[in-house]
Each structure stands twice: as C-alpha cells, then as structure tokens.
C-alpha cells in the first residue's frame, strides 16, 4: 500500500508539472495562476502544494528536468582526470542545441525560460534560485576551461573567469535568439558550427588573455 501510495504520488507530481508546463507556454508564467494549473492538471490546490512550495518552485522543478541529460557530459569535462574536457564540452553544447532544436519538451520549457517568465514581485524566489544558477554555471564553465588549459587545448594565459562568462553569455544568446525567431538561422544543422565558433572565441580572442 505504501509503495502504490508513493507511486501515486509521483504520478501527481508528474502531471502537475506536465499541465504548468502546457499552461506556462501558452499564457507566460505571470498570467498562470496556481487554480489553474490544478484544474489542467486534474487535482486540486492543495495537491500542487503537497509537491512544490509555491509557483516559482514549481518552475524551478520544471526547469531542473532539463539538466539531468546533460550532466554526466557536463562532470565529464570538470574532471581532472578527463584527456579531452574541451571536447567533452563541445559534445555537451552539440547535444544541448540539438535537443533544443528538435526535442518539443526540451524547446517548450527553454522557450517559457527565455521568453515567457517574468521576474515579478510573486516570482523573486525564481529570480534568486536563477541568479544562484547563473553563477554555478559560470563556475563549472570556468573548471571545465581551466582543465582543458592544463590539457594543453587552450592558451595557457586564457583568462578562463572572463571565458566562462563569455561563453555563458553566447551560448545563452544563441539559444534565446533561435527561440524568439527560429527562421532567423539553423540550430540543429549548423550546431557544431555554431559550437566552434564560441569555441574559437575562446582560442582566439586576444582580450581574453591574462
């Protein structure tokens, strides 16, 4: 009886984020009360706050759904113990356009982050959880770039804090801008391109040494 009750739980939970996920998309964040996510999802209020605190916890756990896949690439290129961590991360940002650009979940979810979450007085706990985000990417970013500079993949001078930032600002550009204007470029077609670019940014760039 336990494990069917934690089972169902778990469906709950599951279509709960399921419905915010579909109401989130068509009415932006902001516009989307919790009654109504209750009512798409078929339980009531109370069921959607026996699994998340609040609207902004409950796009936060949206959003984390996304980060699970990419992960492992993404300890991989942290490791020390990786030979290739630059490539780790250029098979790591291939897959995350590739999954944008052609998983429907992966483009609903990243197109409410990008261009229908507004950071009003209700959503300050997203806003904090996405600020804290920010940073810990930019600080993996730097560990993966730091050890690719030990491997000998990057100059030795690279200023891997401004790198990271760098490369965190244009892998987040490219995204948003396919996302508001998809017709605008090819995202899955020319993703390693794109990847090599950003990539070059960091060999070439002048400014971005110490």
Same mark, same amino acid.
């Given at each position: 009886?336990?494990?069917?009750?934690?089972?169902?739980?778990?469906?709950?939970?599951?279509?709960?984020?399921?419905?915010?996920?579909?109401?989130?998309?068509?009415?932006?964040?902001? &516009?989307?009360?919790?009654?109504?996510?209750?009512?798409?999802?078929?339980?009531?209020?109370?069921?959607?706050?026996? %699994?998340? #605190?609040?609207?902004?916890?409950?796009?936060?756990?949206?959003? *984390?759904?996304? %980060?699970?896949?990419?992960?492992?690439?993404? &300890?991989? #290129?942290?490791?020390?113990?990786?030979?290739?961590?630059?490539g780790c991360?250029?098979?790591?940002?291939?897959?995350?356009?590739?999954?944008?650009?052609?998983?429907?979940?992966?483009?609903?979810?990243?197109e409410i982050?990008?261009?229908?979450?507004?950071?009003?007085?209700?959503?300050?706990?997203?806003?904090?959880?996405?600020?804290?985000?920010?940073?810990?990417?930019?600080?993996?970013?730097?560990?993966?770039?730091?050890?690719?500079? %030990?491997?000998?993949?990057?100059?030795?001078?690279?200023?891997?804090?401004?790198?990271?930032?760098?490369?965190?600002?244009?892998? *987040?550009?490219?995204?948003?801008?396919?996302?508001?204007?998809?017709?605008?470029?090819?995202? %899955?077609?020319?993703?390693?391109?794109?990847? *090599?670019?950003?990539? *070059?940014?960091? &060999?070439l760039s002048?400014?971005? &040494?110490?």
């Amino acid at each position: 009886m336990v494990r069917r009750t934690k089972e169902e739980a778990q469906e709950t939970r599951k279509q709960i984020l399921e419905a915010a996920e579909q109401a989130f998309y068509e009415r932006g964040v902001a &516009r989307t009360t919790l009654a109504d996510i209750a009512a798409l999802a078929g339980v009531t209020r109370g069921a959607i706050y026996w %699994h998340f #605190s609040n609207k902004a916890d409950l796009v936060q756990a949206m959003l *984390d759904t996304l %980060h699970e896949p990419l992960d492992e690439m993404a &300890r991989a #290129s942290e490791s020390e113990d990786e030979v290739d961590p630059l490539g780790c991360m250029r098979k790591l940002l291939i897959h995350l356009f590739h999954q944008v650009a052609l998983d429907p979940k992966t483009r609903r979810i990243n197109e409410i982050l990008f261009h229908k979450c507004e950071f009003t007085d209700e959503m300050c706990d997203l806003r904090r959880q996405r600020q804290t985000a920010s940073l810990e990417c930019n600080l993996r970013i730097g560990l993966a770039l730091r050890n690719a500079v %030990h491997r000998g993949q990057l100059p030795e001078n690279l200023d891997t804090i401004r790198a990271a930032v760098c490369m965190h600002a244009y892998i *987040d550009g490219i995204l948003g801008q396919w996302l508001l204007v998809p017709d605008s470029f090819q995202l %899955h077609q020319e993703a390693e391109r794109w990847v *090599d670019i950003g990539l *070059d940014m960091l &060999r070439l760039s002048p400014s971005l &040494r110490n």
